[in-house]
């Protein structure tokens, strides 16, 4: 079936550390964006995607990095330098700007 | 900040008709409105969109007022797996930033009751 896969499920990070959250998708979609969610609240955007080895800055991008070197791919790095790292992160795609975003089931980031 | 309001809980009886109300009274000519509900630990799931027109699919209804100023999404035979929070979004087409964010307000946290 079509779809979003973000991997893993749960992730643990130690201080100082840089970790990687993977989201793949099969839907052919050229956008693809990562979301943060807090307990309790809605969805801050990160970084998106218009097109591979293209991406843009959200409203939270600082202390994350990512990539887009296939259409297929966007992964998020949560650099050290992010100061409150523990959240739930979600990814999603669109086939463009103007089309719904469909969402994985995310990855809940927490700090050891 | 939300350019949407919607009340916090609403419960509905399995077999009825849930109707969930949202105003956006600040609405542009170019914002659409937009329906996705979270399950607890899941991500939010897509279920309707439109601009001006009343729309239905396979999983539910929207009917948006003729100012544009309020919308309802009806689902027309609630089960106990329609439970969850449900947001009403008003964005442009875009992708990011000033356009096209999704910004989830609170939304209203459904609870569908046997």
């Known amino acids: 079936d079509g779809g979003i896969t973000q991997s893993p499920k749960y992730l643990f990070r130690k201080e100082g550390q840089n970790v990687t959250l993977s989201c793949e998708q099969n839907?052919?979609?050229?956008?693809m964006y990562w979301y943060r969610q807090d307990p309790g609240q809605g969805l801050r955007l990160i970084y998106y995607s218009q097109i591979v080895n293209d991406f843009q800055k959200g409203d939270i991008a600082e202390g994350y990095s990512v990539s887009r070197e296939k259409k297929e791919s966007f992964p998020l790095t949560v650099t050290s330098a992010q100061k409150n790292p523990t959240a739930f992160y979600l990814c999603?795609?669109?086939?463009?700007?103007?089309?719904?975003?469909?969402f994985g089931d995310g990855t809940r980031l927490s700090i050891l | 900040d939300a350019k949407t309001t919607q009340p916090t809980s609403m419960d509905c009886a399995e077999g009825r008709a849930a109707n969930l109300p949202c105003n956006h009274s600040?609405?542009?000519?170019?914002?659409?409105v937009y329906w996705y509900r979270q399950i607890h630990s899941q991500g939010p799931q897509y279920i309707i969109h439109?601009?001006?027109n009343n729309e239905t699919n396979e999983m539910a209804s929207l009917i948006i007022t003729e100012d544009r100023k309020s919308s309802t999404l009806i689902l027309p035979h609630a089960t106990l797996r329609d439970t969850a929070v449900y947001y009403c979004?008003?964005?442009?087409?875009?992708?990011?930033?000033?356009?096209?964010?999704?910004?989830f307000g609170k939304g209203t946290k459904l609870s569908v009751k046997p």
């Open positions: 999603a795609s669109s086939k463009s700007g103007n089309q719904p975003q469909h």
């Open positions: 439109g601009l001006k």
């Open positions: 600040t609405i542009s000519g170019n914002e659409y």
């Open positions: 979004i008003v964005r442009v087409g875009g992708y990011g930033g000033s356009q096209g964010n999704l910004i």
């Open positions: 839907l052919n979609h050229d956008a």
